[in-house]
């Protein structure tokens, strides 16, 4: 194998055999087509949103705070010095915090998916939602260029049955299918330790 490192002959060989509790942390090739880089929303102190939140009114709900700002420009340098083309397509959750994190990669201009909302506290809305997002998936063309999303953890845990911390989030091969296979776990630095969800 020569000097391939074991953890990525792995990678590239199943990456079956990572999921979920054998995470690997890197390195990825972001820029293999058929790649989604799925993450949390960047570092917003507290839990959900206050009662009586508005979608339309960013003033409503819980948000980004400076080192969450500063988290997310961080993230943005590190996932383009990781190979991604600033020119990337981001999908945002409609949730500002979602929104101002996407904007802040400094990637191209993000889209606003529905398919990747938050269900806190709406867990009528699970099923619902993750059949959209697992659907949309299936749809991306398999060669297609690297894309990133931004959502919530709730979002993740139901994907990958982990916790995410502000700014982590799993890099993905698309199938074709509902299912696509995590490779593993994206990693961001933050000037804190603290979980908030």
Not at 78 to 85: I, K, M, P, T, V
Request: glycine share 8%; net charge positive.
């Amino acid at each position: 194998m020569g000097s391939l490192p074991r953890r990525r002959f792995l990678a590239i060989l199943a990456p079956s055999l990572l999921l979920p509790r054998g995470w690997a942390a890197g390195p990825f090739d972001l820029k293999a087509r058929g790649t989604v880089i799925m993450l949390r929303h960047a570092y917003a102190p507290g839990i959900g949103d206050p009662a009586g939140f508005d979608l339309a009114d960013c003033h409503t709900q819980r948000n980004l705070s400076d080192e969450g700002r500063t988290q997310a420009r961080a993230l943005g340098a590190q996932l383009r010095a990781a190979g991604l083309s600033p020119t990337t397509r981001v999908f945002t959750s409609p949730w500002c915090r979602c929104r101002e994190t996407a904007r802040l990669l400094g990637l191209e201009a993000s889209i606003v998916l529905e398919a990747l909302s938050s269900f806190f506290a709406r867990s009528e809305e699970t099923d619902r939602i993750m059949t959209a997002l697992r659907e949309f998936l299936r749809r991306l063309p398999t060669d297609g260029p690297p894309i990133v999303m931004v959502t919530h953890q709730v979002n993740l845990s139901a994907l990958t049955d982990e916790f995410m911390q502000s700014g982590e989030g799993v890099v993905l091969r698309l199938t074709g299918t509902r299912e696509p296979i995590v490779v593993g776990k994206w990693q961001s630095r933050r000037d804190s330790d603290e979980k908030q969800p």
